[in-house]
């Protein structure tokens, strides 16, 4: 039986004891040994016993988990009142030489179109399909809270040293309303040491590059020693073993969890999201204008309604309008009083102008539109295109 021991993860022995003893065999420079480093089967995930157990957050896991509802307010509720309605509900339409600059300006602005269909074409007709959109906004705050962890440093320690806040408690600077933000807090005396779980307290793990050996075969000589017969191999100076270039041949690393510090600091983060909910309707119109351009104008705002909470509009003449307020406030109200707090609400009208253009050119009738305050133009069968833009 063969008398060669083996070295766990270092290769084989070359001691004198070994019948197939040769000093030329012999490596120039043994390969370091790994110091000793934590059980590779560690949890990766922190033990239920990390957790302490916290008054008011007992359902508070690593990762976060849902919002978590306010609690009933304990002053009564502001009721929303009708917004203030407004006389004049109309624009007139705009005049021919508008609409005119509107399409020379247009026609202009493409490199491949001819300006002059926008320049002498003959406008036959002007049509007004002016539409309304209504814009609904809920300004809410919500709140969710997990186990957070980070290196011990020496960072305060407060866990247990007074009552923990709730969830709904804990101070927190709301930004302007309407305005999207996230802030995280870390809930007061919830702060506390543990053993890092995953190098079990040593402060290292195994390096995965080597699987903890602290050296590799060497990928000159594939773990001879040697080079075209018997030259000794210059790389790994005939070990047949390559130190790991990852973890400098000692077999582990710093703990990526606790960096090497041995320690962790558990705590209970709070993440305050406040989001401003949009959702707009546009009524329907004739016109033939695709309603996908309309969001990229601006109208002129007929009525504006801000309060805690909105009431549904009254007394508009478009009852699309209407219904589609009574609708949404609905919804919105549904959707975002469970599980958050609504700040605020804003509700706008706005009358989008549309002025539907028919003109001729070289004998044919053509169409194109005007709309918005921002007089935008579109035009899908502009007569004068040169070649190029058929292509595209």
């Known amino acids: 039986m063969e008398n060669q021991r083996l070295l766990s993860g270092h290769g084989p022995y070359y001691g004198s004891d070994n019948p197939g003893y040769c000093p030329a065999a012999a490596p120039a420079t043994p390969a370091m040994f790994a110091p000793p480093v934590s059980d590779p089967s560690a949890p990766s995930a922190p033990p239920a016993s990390m957790f302490d157990n916290v008054p008011g957050y007992e359902g508070t896991v690593m990762g ?40 020379i300006m247009f026609a202009s602005s493409k490199c491949c179109y001819n300006s002059d269909p926008a320049r002498n074409g003959v406008i036959t007709r002007m049509e007004a399909f002016n539409t309304y959109r209504y814009r609904l906004e809920t300004f809410n705050e919500s709140r969710s809270t997990e186990w957070s962890q980070e290196p011990y440093n020496g960072q305060p320690v407060d866990a247990f040293t007074q009552a923990v806040p709730g969830p709904w408690d804990v101070p927190a600077q709301a930004p302007a309303f309407f305005k999207d933000h996230t802030q995280d807090i870390r809930v007061p005396y919830t702060s506390s040491v543990k053993n890092c779980y995953v190098c079990l307290g040593m402060g290292r793990t195994p390096c995965k590059d080597c699987a903890g050996a602290g050296n590799k075969v060497c990928w000159v000589c594939n773990g001879s020693g040697y080079r075209h017969g018997n030259d000794r191999c210059s790389h790994c100076n005939g070990r047949g073993r390559d130190n790991c270039s990852h973890c400098h041949g000692q077999g582990s690393r710093d703990c990526s969890t606790c960096h090497g510090r041995r320690q962790i600091l558990m ?8 989001t401003n909910h949009i959702d707009v309707y546009v009524v329907e119109q004739a016109s033939g204008l695709k309603v996908d351009n309309l969001s990229k104008v601006s109208g002129k ?32 109200t549904a959707n975002y009083s469970q599980t958050s707090r609504i700040l605020q609400q804003r509700q ?27 007089f935008k133009v579109s035009s899908e069968d502009y007569p004068a295109k040169c070649c190029c833009c058929s292509v595209l």
């Not at 509900?89 to 609409?99: G, L, R, V």
């Open 64 to 103: 976060g988990g849902g919002f978590l509802p306010p609690p009933m307010p304990t002053v009564p509720v502001p009721m929303p009142e009708p917004g203030q309605t407004h006389p004049d509900w109309n624009i007139p339409s705009i005049t021919e030489e508008t609409a005119r600059d509107a399409f």
């Open 267 to 274: 705590f209970i983060n709070l993440k305050v999201k406040w």
């Open 301 to 332: 705002e007929m009525y504006k309604d801000s309060q805690y909470l909105v009431y549904p509009v009254r007394g508009f003449p478009d009852l699309a309008v209407v219904g589609a307020s009574e609708r949404l406030v609905r919804e919105h």
């Open 348 to 374: 706008t009208i706005e009358l989008i102008p549309i002025t539907r253009v028919s003109y001729q050119w070289k004998g044919t009738t053509y169409v194109y539109f005007v709309y918005g305050n921002e």
